[in-house]
Nanobody, 117 residues
């Protein structure tokens, strides 16, 4: 059974940091490109960061310089380190897996990040 389980969300003050994790199971993690998305209620889900199966990364302009995406293929995990958090980073954060060479896609159920005093 395929599972993507996000963790690490919570309440953090502006300027603080969080490390989100995505634990993958039920598929060959190393054969999938991975991404973090986020969604605010009433708005479209947006891409935050992307990491290919072999390492190259890309970031949304809104988080560039504040976020670092990484993966550990041996542990079937992906991470998102976010620093200098702003209230506008408040959202539900989702991990997404896309199989290389196909449209097969899996989503996690999300973890809520709230940036507030």
């Amino acid at each position: 059974q395929v599972q993507l389980v996000e963790s690490g969300g919570g309440l953090v003050q502006p300027g603080g940091s969080l490390r989100l994790s995505c634990a993958a199971s039920g598929f060959t993690f190393s054969s999938y490109d991975m991404s973090w998305y986020r969604q605010v209620l009433g708005k479209e889900r947006e891409l935050v960061a992307y990491i290919s199966s072999n390492g190259p990364t890309n970031y949304a302009d809104s988080v560039k310089g504040r976020a670092t995406i990484s993966r550990d293929n041996a542990k079937n995990r992906m991470y998102l380190q976010m620093n200098s958090l702003k209230p506008e980073d408040t959202a539900v954060y989702y991990c997404k897996a896309i199989q290389i060479g196909s449209n097969r896609t899996y989503w996690g159920k999300g973890t809520l990040v709230t940036v507030s005093l």
